[in-house]
């Protein structure tokens, strides 16, 4: 079976015979498949009336647990947006009546950001729709083979999100 990294390998292998262009054979497909779950999914959050930002910003205080509550600084932290950025958010969101801000009570200048019943409704439907396309991306791939791959992915991820931390 030949994709469309092959051809771009073959390619290169042709035109630049020097350069040892292995990476790309991972790498460009890496990209290319990033760019096709960014299509999935935001074809999945679509269909629960959701941007993939508001999607972040929901899965996270709902996979706080209960009261489904963090403070901006930890929202701040597990979406990877600034501050400016996720005030924006949680306005915007608080304006569609998916979140909700409330007094810290532990801090007296501080506010914590809560889901609401209906945010905690959409973030548990876009989350149950978007596996269900990941599931259907994912078909062709036996269990071990899914298995094999991510910890492959997580090898190479796991340095990035490390910097992070």
Do not use: C
């Not at 679509?46 to 929901?58: Q, S």
């Amino acid at each position: 079976m030949e994709d469309e990294v092959d051809r771009l390998v073959a390619a290169w292998r042709r035109e630049r015979p020097d350069l040892d262009v292995e990476p790309l054979e991972v790498l460009s497909r890496v990209s290319r498949l990033s760019r096709h779950l960014d299509i999935a999914r935001r074809a999945a959050f679509a269909e629960h009336a959701l941007e993939p930002w508001e999607f972040d910003v929901l899965t996270a205080l709902r996979r706080a647990g209960a009261p489904y509550q963090l403070s901006p600084g930890q929202l701040l932290t597990q979406t990877l947006v600034t501050s400016g950025t996720m005030t924006n958010r949680i306005d915007r969101l608080a304006g569609k009546g998916l979140v909700q801000r409330l007094p810290d009570p532990d801090d007296r200048r501080g506010v914590l950001v809560r889901l609401t019943e209906a945010g905690q409704e959409r973030a548990d439907a876009a989350l149950a729709g978007l596996l269900d396309h990941e599931r259907a991306i994912l078909a062709e791939l036996s269990a071990a083979q899914r298995e094999d791959l991510a910890g492959l992915l997580r090898q190479l991820v796991a340095p990035f999100d490390n910097l992070t931390d």
